[in-house]
C-alpha cells in the first residue's frame, strides 16, 4: 500500500512532535522537598519553606538548570520523621529523585544512610554538627555522611560562635570570676544537637557549665525552669528551641525576675518573634547566615524577585529563614549545572558539583550568601558567624549587629 507525500509528511510531522514531547518530558529532574508547614517548627518553618519553592520556580521560569527543569513536590511531614521516611522512599522508587531539600534534624538524620547508599544529595536544613562529616573520620561522628549538606555553619560551631562573643562580652563588662552558661531546650534531636560540642568549648573558654534546663517545644508555663535558670546563676543561657517555646520562655524569666543574657540557635531570633514577645526582648542574642531583607547589598535584587513568585505584589517582608532557602535552593542549582556538564544530573555528579568551587556564593546572589567552601572530607561549607541584637522598646523592633565570629575548623570539631 502506498502513501501519500502528504500523508508521508503528516506521519512525520506526528512523529517529530511526539519526540520531541518525550523529549520535553524527559528534560526534567526532580527534586523532593520536605517541610514543617504544621507541626512544631512550622513558625519557621513555613518562611523556609517559601524561599525553597519560590527558588526552584523562578528557576524554572528562567531557564532551569540550562534548560532543564526542576520537576519538584513540597509534602507537609508535620516534623514526624516516618512521614518524612515514607516521602523519601515514594520519590526515589516512583519518580527517580536525583536531589533532595529537606527539613528537620530528626527526619534529616534518620536519612543518613539511605541517601548515601542511594546517591542522594540533600540540603537540609538541619544544620547538625552530625550531618558535616562525610567519612566518618571523627569519633564524635554517628554515621558519615557522605550526601549530606547544608548552607550555613552548624548549630554546634554558632553555638560555639556565641560562646566566643559570651565570654568577650563578660570580660568587657570586667565581670569578675566564672561565668556561668546553661544549655536550655527540649530534650529532642534538634535542640540536642550542639549541646555536648558547645558545653565543651565553653568549658574550654572558662565558663562554668551548669546542668542543662529542659523545656518543651511547644508554648507552655515555664516558670519552674526559669527559677531554676535563678537560682543557678546562670549569666549566658542557650536556647535551643523556637517559635512559640522561645515566647513562653522569655515571658515566664520576666515574670519571675530571671536575669540572664539570652543567646539563641538560628531559627530562635527574627523580627516576627520579637513583635510576638514585645516588651520582654531585651538584648536578645543570636546568630544569622544572610543579611536582612532590608539590607542594602546587590544579591537582595534577586531575592526580591524571587519573592515575587509567591507575592506578585512585591509588598512582603521576608525574614532571614527565608533567604536561606533561597541560597539553600541555588547552591544545588549550580551544582547541578556543574553536574549537567559534567556527564549528566545525577546524584554522584550533583555530590561532585558541590566540590567543584571554592568561596562560593551563587550568581546573583552576591552580599546574601555567604561564602562557602565544602570538601569531600568536610561539608562544613561555612565557619563564620554573624551575631545580632535584637530589642523591642515602644512599640519597635531594633537589630543591629555585634560580632562576627570566624571559627577555627578544628579536625575535633568535624562531625560534632
Known sequence: MKLSKLTLATLSAVTMMAANSAAAKEDKVFVG?????????????????????????????NGGIKGTGLDFETVDYAYKVPQAIASYKK???????????????????????????????????????????????????????????????????????????????????GSKGKPKFTHIGANHPFPNAPKAACAEYATELGFDVQPSVVISMKPGDFKA????????????????????????????CNTVGTDIQFMSNIWGGDRKIFEAIGEGVKDYIFPTMTPFWDSNVSGMKLVKNISKMSDSSGTKSRPHHYIRGVCSAYYMKEAMEWAK?????????????MYAT???????????????????????????????????????????????????????????
Request: aromatic share 10%.
Open 91 to 173: 520519590w526515589k522508587s516512583r519518580k527517580k529523585m536525583v536531589a533532595m531539600q529537606g527539613w528537620g534534624t530528626a527526619d534529616t538524620e534518620a536519612l543518613i544512610s539511605f541517601v548515601a547508599r542511594d546517591k542522594i544529595p540533600v540540603y537540609s536544613a538541619s544544620y547538625s554538627g552530625h550531618l558535616t562529616d562525610p567519612k566518618g573520620k571523627n569519633p564524635h561522628t554517628k554515621k558519615p555522611a557522605p550526601y549530606n549538606f547544608f548552607y550555613g555553619a552548624s548549630y554546634s560551631d554558632s553555638c560555639r560562635a556565641l560562646v566566643q562573643w559570651a565570654a568577650k562580652d563578660w570580660k568587657d563588662k
Open 358 to 416: 571554592q568561596n562560593w556564593v551563587p550568581k546573583g546572589l552576591e552580599g546574601v550568601c555567604l561564602p562557602a567552601t565544602w570538601k569531600d572530607d568536610d561539608h562544613r561549607g561555612i565557619a563564620e558567624v554573624n551575631i545580632y541584637k535584637g530589642n523591642f522598646d515602644k512599640d519597635n523592633v531594633s537589630i543591629e549587629q555585634v560580632d562576627t565570629v570566624s571559627l577555627e575548623r578544628r579536625a575535633d570539631w568535624l562531625g560534632y
Open 33 to 61: 522537598h520536605l517541610a514543617d508547614m504544621s507541626g512544631p517548627t512550622a513558625f519557621v518553618g513555613k518562611e523556609y519553606a517559601d524561599g525553597v519553592r519560590d527558588a526552584m520556580a523562578y528557576i524554572n521560569a
Open 225 to 252: 525552669q526559669c527559677l531554676s535558670l535563678k537560682s543557678s546563676g546562670t549569666h549566658y543561657g542557650y536556647i535551643g528551641n523556637l517559635g512559640g517555646s522561645v515566647m513562653s520562655l522569655i515571658k515566664s
Open 341 to 353: 556538564d559534567n556527564g549528566g544530573i545525577t546524584g554522584a555528579n550533583v555530590k561532585k558539583g
